[in-house]
């Protein structure tokens, strides 16, 4: 099995379509993250990095690891 790919995020605490709009023109990628069990994140991520994570050999199929502050989801 392969590593999880590292990624780190911002926690943001607006939601909805015109805060993710202005996070988008600021050149962040604006996310919610869904675990089971667990209530959703909504965080942003660096465009370069989430590109970089997913054109690797598994593509959309890679696990990511992503750590916002000191908290680490996969």
Same mark, same amino acid.
């Given at each position: 099995?392969?590593?999880?790919?590292?990624?780190?995020?911002?926690?943001?605490?607006?939601?909805?379509?015109?805060?993710?709009?202005? +996070?988008?023109?600021?050149?962040?990628?604006?996310?919610? +993250?869904?675990?089971?069990?667990?209530?959703?994140?909504? +965080?942003?991520?660096?465009?370069?990095?989430?590109?970089?994570?997913?054109?690797?050999?598994?593509?959309?199929?890679?696990?990511?690891?992503?750590?916002?502050?000191?908290?680490?989801?996969?």
């Amino acid at each position: 099995m392969q590593q999880p790919i590292e990624i780190a995020g911002n926690a943001r605490v607006e939601h909805g379509k015109g805060p993710a709009r202005r +996070l988008r023109v600021s050149g962040q990628v604006p996310c919610i +993250l869904y675990s089971a069990g667990k209530a959703p994140v909504a +965080l942003s991520v660096e465009p370069k990095t989430l590109k970089k994570a997913i054109t690797g050999p598994l593509g959309f199929n890679q696990l990511l690891s992503i750590k916002v502050g000191s908290a680490a989801h996969t």
